[in-house]
T-cell receptor, first 112, second 113 residues
């Protein structure tokens, strides 16, 4: 299983860009990188997924270097409502469910 | 709204009670999951169903009993629980088994007294 390492917590002011980095040194060739967001007392919500280089959607961008041993979730101009826990997951697109493991995530606190 | 609903949202039960958690997905997905999330701990995968068949059971105590009567519904039957079973129980679904794009319900906050 590809283990991931993320910072436990981060703080940001509203309007700033936030970059959360995840390390996954043992990523396998067929693994993808997926990020989820979880608000208190809610289920996690899929944000973005990628395999290499850069992926962008209406919520975030995902930067993956050529060696794929890390990835960075970028949230542009965060607001108070972006306060949540962000999880980085690594695993194949489909297959054995237990290969997809959620770590402790990064708790992002956005303030005015 | 993710297309996955869970009831009840909150549940308080004694250790001798029997209760059930219900999950329904309106997405036409083939796989459904039960997760447990305790305070300050990562999500723990409990059970996995694919096309109504249980395909994974991650060493969950027998006091938790899942049931999947059809591909849209998933239940978690609870009996003789312990206080340490108090947690947020999350249901999720995905188009294919083991997909890393899963859709989660809002969860059931369970308190065992």
């Amino acid at each position: 299983l590809a283990k991931t390492t993320q910072p436990i917590s981060m703080d940001s002011y509203e309007g700033q860009e936030v970059n959360i980095t995840c390390s996954h040194n043992n990523i396998a060739t067929n693994d993808y990188i997926t990020w989820y967001q979880q608000f208190p007392s809610q289920g996690p919500r899929f944000i973005i997924q990628g395999y290499k280089t850069k992926v962008t959607n209406e919520v975030a961008s995902l930067f993956i270097p050529a060696d794929r041993k890390s990835s960075t979730l970028s949230l542009p101009r965060v607001s108070l409502s972006d306060t949540a826990v962000y999880y980085c997951l690594v695993g194949p697109l489909t297959g054995t469910a237990s290969k997809l493991t959620f770590g402790t995530g990064t708790r992002l606190q956005v303030t005015l | 709204e993710t297309g996955v609903t869970q009831t009840p949202r909150h549940l308080v039960m004694g250790m001798t009670n029997k209760k059930s958690l219900k999950c329904e997905q309106h997405l036409g997905h083939n796989a459904m999951y039960w997760y447990k999330q305790s305070a300050k701990k990562p999500l723990e995968l409990m059970f996995v169903y694919s096309l109504e068949e249980r395909v994974e059971n991650n060493s969950v105590p027998s006091r938790f009993s899942p049931e999947c009567p059809n591909s849209s519904h998933l239940f978690l039957h609870l009996h003789t629980l312990q206080p340490e079973d108090s947690a947020l129980y999350l249901c999720a679904s995905s188009q294919d088994l083991g997909s890393n794009e899963q859709f989660f319900g809002p969860g059931t906050r369970l308190t065992v007294l």
